[in-house]
């Protein structure tokens, strides 16, 4: 049973870019959520997805979007990137839609913007 | 606003001792809490969880502690261990909205041989 998985681990980009994230959730998770771990800071939630549908959204501006895909992976998409925007990105899926039992997480993405 | 606290960014215990983690919440509509735990460059790690109809829950060397008065819960680790050096985040959600979870910015333990 594989965990999920991320990609790239790290990324470089130059602000005003945009950037796309992947993730592949735990086999036989069907919820997966996103989020955004500045330096210093706990992990802040983006959104979250279930059977790829948005399914709740946290603090951050439109320019945030995502997909999940029939097979439960999932992206993170960040338009018109700002030196903020510099983080490390979680994806973490559920075997339930409350997240009872905990998330798995992924190891993460680094994204730095210069 | 941080609606979850954490305020010792830093914990050294020794081998072998008790290490106790708190975590402050302002969000009364809280009602279910998760410690997790990660390590360098590694995903958080979920560790254990209670439920705000319990004030106490023990999986092996770890225990959660729940005082919804006080709006404040702990972890306990008997024995730690070297193994468990890791930065441990609280995470504090409200069942129905949106599953999302609000962690803590994290404490990080350093058990010492």
């Known amino acids: 049973e594989t965990g999920v998985t991320q990609s790239p681990t790290h990324l470089i980009k130059t602000r005003g870019q945009q950037v796309t994230l992947r993730c592949s959730s735990q086999s036989g998770h069907n919820t997966v959520s996103w989020y955004q771990q500045a330096l210093g800071q706990g992990p802040q939630f983006i959104f979250q997805?279930?059977?790829?549908?948005?399914?709740g959204r946290g603090n951050f501006p439109p320019r945030f979007s995502g997909l999940q895909f029939p097979n439960y992976s999932s992206e993170l998409n960040v338009n018109a990137l700002e030196l903020d925007d510099s983080a490390l990105y979680l994806c973490a899926s559920s075997l339930t839609l409350t997240g009872n039992y905990g998330y798995t997480f992924g190891s993460g993405t680094r994204l730095t913007v210069v | 606003d941080q609606q979850v606290k954490q305020n010792s960014p830093s914990l050294s215990v020794q081998e072998g001792r008790i290490s106790i983690l708190n975590c402050d919440y302002t969000?009364?509509?809280?009602?279910?809490f998760l410690w997790y735990k990660k390590y360098p460059a590694e995903g958080p790690t979920f560790l254990i969880s209670i439920s705000s109809i319990k004030d106490k829950n023990e999986d092996g060397r770890f225990t959660v502690f729940l005082n919804k008065s006080a709006k404040h819960l702990s972890l306990h680790i008997v024995p730690s261990q070297p193994g468990d050096s890791a930065v441990y985040f609280c995470?504090?959600?409200?069942?129905?909205?949106?599953?999302?979870?609000?962690f803590g910015p994290g404490t990080r333990l350093s058990v010492l041989p």
């Open positions: 969000n009364s509509m809280f009602d279910y």
């Open positions: 997805y279930y059977r790829e549908e948005e399914n």
């Open positions: 995470a504090a959600s409200v069942t129905g909205d949106g599953q999302n979870f609000v």
